[in-house]
């Protein structure tokens, strides 16, 4: 029987894909975009302090989102037989392989660049979360532990 679990971090796996894909087409995903648009509603700022503003938030945005979709991953992998002996080491993997599906992406379309740094944020953001999820899955295996016992 396939859990609700392994069904939803399918979903949000592919449609994160979906995402990547999608986003990397649209102007208003750019850096420049932002900037100009953090200039229209904070126009006291200098550009400097734009970009640096729009860049902090851009690799936040990175680092949150390639940890929800390391969530997704293990999730889908952890109720996948083929996975499920390592789930966490799957989920790394296929994580890994949308960050750098989501920078080719972006190297290959005009006026958008690619990062090998914006892969490394990617990275630290999907081990940051596999390993909150690892000391959360300790906590209430142990848990479970006591109360059999």
């Known amino acids: 029987m396939i859990r609700a679990r392994t069904?939803?971090?399918w979903?949000?796996?592919?449609?994160?894909?979906l995402m990547v894909v999608i986003a990397s087409r649209e102007p208003q995903f750019t850096a420049s975009f932002m900037v100009s648009v953090l200039g229209n509603h904070f126009?006291?700022?200098t550009l400097e302090q734009k970009y640096f503003t729009v860049t902090l938030v851009r690799k936040l945005i990175h680092l949150l989102a390639y940890g929800g979709l390391a969530l997704c991953c293990f999730f889908a992998s952890a109720g996948t037989r083929p996975l499920k002996r390592r789930p966490f080491l799957a989920a790394f993997v296929l994580s890994l392989l949308v960050a750098g599906l989501d920078e080719f992406l972006q190297f290959s379309q005009a006026?958008?660049?690619?990062?090998l740094l914006d892969v490394g944020i990617d990275s630290l953001g999907i081990i940051i979360a596999l390993l909150l999820t690892n000391f959360v899955q300790g906590k209430v295996?142990?848990?479970q532990a006591e109360q059999d016992s």
């Open 7 to 9: 069904i939803l971090g």
């Open 11 to 17: 979903f949000g796996f592919f449609g994160y894909i």
């Open 43 to 45: 126009p006291w700022l």
């Open 111 to 115: 006026g958008r660049t690619g990062s």
């Open 141 to 143: 295996n142990r848990k």
